[in-house]
């Protein structure tokens, strides 16, 4: 249980995101070649005698993004985005670099720091300089408390993986940035966290660190961006330019698609009439969801309180701050119950039906909500498959499927709600 009472003291603190940048950056980076000797995790091959796979240094080169993430700036293409903001050469510029690279200030880089090594291994798994030395022979609640960051835990990670890949008050990526070039950031934590993995979640790794529970993770990664979201909004460096609340935080295909298109319906997640500029809330509808499995009456709250931020924002500045604190006071209470249930078939199915009734009312009418929608159809049928419910034939069904709903959403150009919701349908029929 101890565990749980630590993730309720995350939950309670303050902007969860830049408190997880902050972690990070708490003590000195001794750089990645401080991890990678052949002897530590630079091996080739998968060791048999410890018990993590000890080659992470090789699959994080060869596989992981991360890796690339510094190059990334040096590309034609960021040398244009920066050309347009103005702001030199986007390897030197700190806004691209506190996402893009392991951008600890000058004083915390040990000797084998190397900036163009990229996310490196300590923008994750926190300062070395107090563990690196002890971490092969300390038990792993040591390590935690000598300062190596929490990755296990789904709350600590998710603000960890937003701090890059949704912003922070103090990492911005603005409208600005977007519109100078930057490619749209989406996030789902469970589907993120599986897609270049460096680690297995095994019965060692289970015994070691606890039950990885994907849909657990998938509903947490909701509550979480949607708080990290709200952080934003109420911070006034961050979420107010001029006359203008900061675009990035509101549905991009609010404004931009075409007068002739004749697209406008009524959502009732957001309660609004037709030529309304709306807050993203993409992570709002499918925390609800998530709720529909754990606590329905919980949905609804979630519901009226979030039609109440949309309702706030038509209205004023004080309404709109007065409306995010209460919704995120209740996402913080709901995200400690996720994290603590246990989801089971009955569950899963409550969640696919949620959503497609919501799908009938038009509610994945926004881009943005159906793409989540997409990755979290993704997650329930992984954990459908762990329920051993399903055979060799009826797992293949599904996962074709699951493809096709994807292929839906593949481009935000031509995104039809009509095929997604269909492919949804088709979802929930080959499921048991
Ligand atoms: C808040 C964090 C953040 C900031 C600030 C940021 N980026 Fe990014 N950037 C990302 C993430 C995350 C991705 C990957 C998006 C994805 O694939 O989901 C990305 C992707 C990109 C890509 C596309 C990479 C590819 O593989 O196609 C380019 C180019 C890029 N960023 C350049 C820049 C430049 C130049 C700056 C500075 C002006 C910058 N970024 C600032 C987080 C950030
Ligand atoms: C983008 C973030 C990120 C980066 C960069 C990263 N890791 Fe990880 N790492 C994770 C996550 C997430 C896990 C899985 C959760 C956990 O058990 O901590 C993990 C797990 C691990 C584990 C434990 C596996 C187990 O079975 O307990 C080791 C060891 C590890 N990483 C080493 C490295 C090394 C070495 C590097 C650099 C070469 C690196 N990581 C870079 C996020 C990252
Ligand atoms: C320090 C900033 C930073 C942190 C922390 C971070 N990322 Fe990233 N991530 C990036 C950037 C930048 C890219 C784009 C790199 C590129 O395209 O070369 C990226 C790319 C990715 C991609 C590839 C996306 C794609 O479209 O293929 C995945 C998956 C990913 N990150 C998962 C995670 C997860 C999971 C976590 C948390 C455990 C995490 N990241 C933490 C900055 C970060
Ligand atoms: C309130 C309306 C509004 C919202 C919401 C909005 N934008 Fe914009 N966007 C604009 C306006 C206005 C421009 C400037 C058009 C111009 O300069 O002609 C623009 C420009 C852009 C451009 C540059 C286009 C070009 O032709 O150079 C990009 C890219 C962009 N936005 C992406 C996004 C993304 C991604 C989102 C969501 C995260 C988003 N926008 C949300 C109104 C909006």
Redesign the pocket.
């Known amino acids: 249980m101890r565990k749980w009472i630590a993730l309720g003291l995350l939950l309670t603190s303050g902007v969860q995101a830049q408190g997880a940048a902050e972690r990070i950056a708490a003590q000195a980076h001794e750089g990645v070649a401080s991890c990678a000797a052949s002897q530590c995790h630079g091996a080739t091959q998968v060791s048999s005698k410890q018990s993590v796979q000890m080659n992470e240094f090789a699959l994080w080169q060869e596989f992981d993004?991360?890796a690339?993430?510094y190059?990334?700036l040096l590309s034609p293409e960021s040398q244009s985005i920066a050309r347009k903001l103005g702001i030199g050469k986007a390897e030197e510029a700190k806004v691209c670099l506190d996402?893009?690279?392991?951008n600890v200030p000058v004083d915390l880089r040990g000797a084998k720091f190397q900036i163009d090594d990229g996310?490196g291994c300590e923008?994750?798994h926190g300062g070395a300089a107090g563990w690196l030395a002890s971490h092969t022979t300390a038990s792993h609640a040591d390590n935690l408390a000598a300062g190596l960051y929490p990755?296990e835990d789904p709350v600590a990670?998710s603000a960890?993986?937003l701090?890059?890949?949704a912003g922070t008050p103090d990492r911005m990526i603005t409208h600005r940035i977007m519109g100078a070039g930057h490619p749209r950031l989406s996030f789902e934590?469970d589907t993120?966290?599986w897609?270049?993995p460096h680690y297995q979640a095994d019965a060692d790794y289970e015994a070691r660190k606890g039950r990885f529970d994907g849909l657990r993770d998938w509903g947490i990664g909701q509550a979480t961006a949607a708080i990290n979201a709200l952080d934003i909004l109420l911070d006034e460096r961050s979420g107010w330019h001029g006359i203008f609340p900061e675009l990035v935080l509101f549905d991009c295909h609010a404004c931009h698609r075409s007068m002739s298109g004749r697209q406008w319906g009524p959502r009732q997640g957001t309660g609004l009439g037709p030529g309304v500029v709306r807050l993203n809330d993409s992570n709002l509808v499918m925390f609800r969801h998530v709720l529909a499995a754990v606590d329905s009456a919980a949905a609804e709250r979630v519901l009226a309180q979030s039609r109440a931020l949309h309702k706030a924002t038509t209205e004023s500045r004080e309404q709109t701050f007065a409306a995010a604190r209460t919704l995120r006071a209740t996402l913080q209470q709901l995200s400690t119950r996720v994290a603590d249930f246990k989801f089971s078939p009955d569950a899963l199915a409550a969640i696919l039906s949620s959503m497609i009734r919501d799908a009938d009312r038009g509610e994945f009418r926004d881009f943005a909500a159906a793409e989540q929608g997409a990755m979290a159809v993704q997650s329930v049928v992984v954990a459908f498959e762990g329920s051993g419910l399903l055979d060799e034939a009826a797992t293949e069904r599904l996962r074709a499927r699951v493809d096709a709903l994807y292929s839906t959403v593949e481009r935000d150009e031509g995104f039809a709600m009509a095929r997604f919701v269909d492919a949804l349908k088709a979802v929930r029929a080959a499921a048991p």
């Open positions: 993004p991360h690339k993430a190059d990334i996402c893009h690279a392991d996310v923008a994750c990755t990670r960890l993986c701090s890059c890949h934590l993120f966290t897609l270049h």
